[in-house]
């Protein structure tokens, strides 16, 4: 499995706070089945900035210190980018990461609302020929009150990423069903563990695959894992998940304003 959203690298962020937590992270993915992890630390969020230099020296250690430890697990490069004012300056500067060298790329919003001007900022990373995903829009208050206002980020040619730990109730039972809706409404892309610490915040990855294969069935769990690797491999992502039977407002609209 691949991982395209976690704070595994030591003492950058919230996450892994030292290298025994980093490494028992790392050995908790190698048990999941996990073979690959997209390391994003957090940029702008107010807290931390972690630029792409210390990201890809801190890539570079934990690799060759899996490699020591025997740990079959590859470590790549990242970053979740806070929506900001800054941020196409700071890509311009170099100071930015796409996820493992791709042309996509990680954004967050804050959790209580939608900022202004993110259509536009949408709209200039695709002109740079990025390909924007949006972290765990059902941690965003706005969009789980208004699931439309994400139909209008996807239509403006984002994806988003659920975290496995909303799927599995881990935020409360509104987060969960935000979660759910958002992935029944076609707005989800991808399914990662966002993973900060190996007990309090894990990956679960494997148990959210097999809950989205019960809930939702074979095809779509075979759409969030094709799009996890097509990170990887820099291909596209695919927009629309197999929900083609049943399609709803959410999706509808959000075709719609593609075409817009
Ligand atoms: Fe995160």
Redesign the pocket.
């Known amino acids: 499995m691949i991982d395209i959203?976690s704070?595994i690298l030591p003492a950058l962020d919230d996450g892994a706070q030292d290298w025994g937590d980093a490494l028992a992270l790392a050995r908790a993915a190698v048990a999941e089945g996990i073979e690959t992890i997209i390391a994003?630390p957090?940029h702008a969020n107010g807290e931390y900035h972690n630029d792409a230099r210390t990201i890809s020296h801190a890539v570079q250690a934990m690799n060759e210190r899996l490699a020591a430890e025997g740990i079959a697990l590859t470590v790549q490069a990242g970053q979740?980018i806070r929506v900001h004012d800054d941020l196409l300056d700071a890509w311009a500067r170099g100071d930015l990461l796409t996820l493992a060298g791709s042309r996509h790329i990680l954004i967050?919003l804050p959790t209580s609302r939608i900022p202004r001007g993110v259509l536009e900022l949408l709209h200039e990373l695709k002109l740079m020929n990025l390909s924007p995903i949006i972290?765990h829009p059902e941690r965003n208050a706005e969009i789980v009150s208004h699931p439309e206002r994400m139909a209008e980020l996807v239509a403006a040619g984002a994806y988003g990423q659920v975290t496995t730990h909303s799927l599995l109730g881990a935020f409360g039972k509104r987060i969960e069903q935000a979660s759910w809706k958002l992935c029944r409404s076609g707005l989800i892309h991808l399914v990662s563990s966002?993973a900060h610490h190996v007990s309090k915040r894990g990956f679960l990855l494997q148990e959210s695959y097999r809950q989205v294969n019960r809930l939702l069935g074979d095809n779509f769990e075979l759409f969030f894992r094709k799009n996890a690797e097509a990170i990887l491999y820099n291909r596209d992502i695919v927009s629309h998940p197999p929900i083609a039977q049943n399609e709803t407002i959410w999706v509808k609209l959000a075709k719609i304003l593609r075409k817009s």
Do not use: I, K, L
């Open positions: 959203h704070h994003t957090h979740e967050e972290a966002d």
